[in-house]
């Protein structure tokens, strides 16, 4: 039964930084694809950073430059790392796996898994 427990998130002023966590069982976050999305209110949840198995890392425009995916093979979790907070990044932010690797890992309709979400509220 594959799990995704997130941690992390909170409140954080502009310019700030924060690390997400997503501690993953049943499944090894180093053979899968996995990603990070979020949603705000009234839009449609978009992908933020992915990792492929080979260790490949994509990222929105939106947050290059300022966001960091990384996993930790050992301890099975996935993070993402924000620096330079801005307000519009204010969402709940996902982890997700894709099983069979068919999609576009920042597209969120390919994901599998989905951990439950945690809030990250950015403040001006």
């Known amino acids: 039964q594959v799990q995704l427990v997130q941690s992390g998130g909170g409140l954080v002023q502009a310019g700030g930084s924060l690390r997400l966590s997503c501690a993953a069982s049943?499944?090894?976050?180093?053979?899968?694809?996995m990603g990070w999305f979020r949603q705000s209110p009234g839009k449609e949840r978009e992908g933020v950073s992915c990792i492929s198995s080979d260790g490949y890392t994509y990222y929105a425009d939106s947050v290059k430059g300022r966001f960091s995916i990384s996993r930790d093979n050992a301890k099975n979790t996935l993070y993402l790392q924000m620096n330079t907070l801005k307000p519009e990044d204010t969402a709940v932010y996902y982890c997700a796996t894709d099983q069979d690797g068919g999609s576009w890992c920042l597209d969120y309709r390919g994901m599998d898994y989905w951990g439950k979400g945690t809030l990250v509220t950015v403040s001006s």
């Open positions: 049943g499944l090894k976050v180093s053979k899968y694809v």
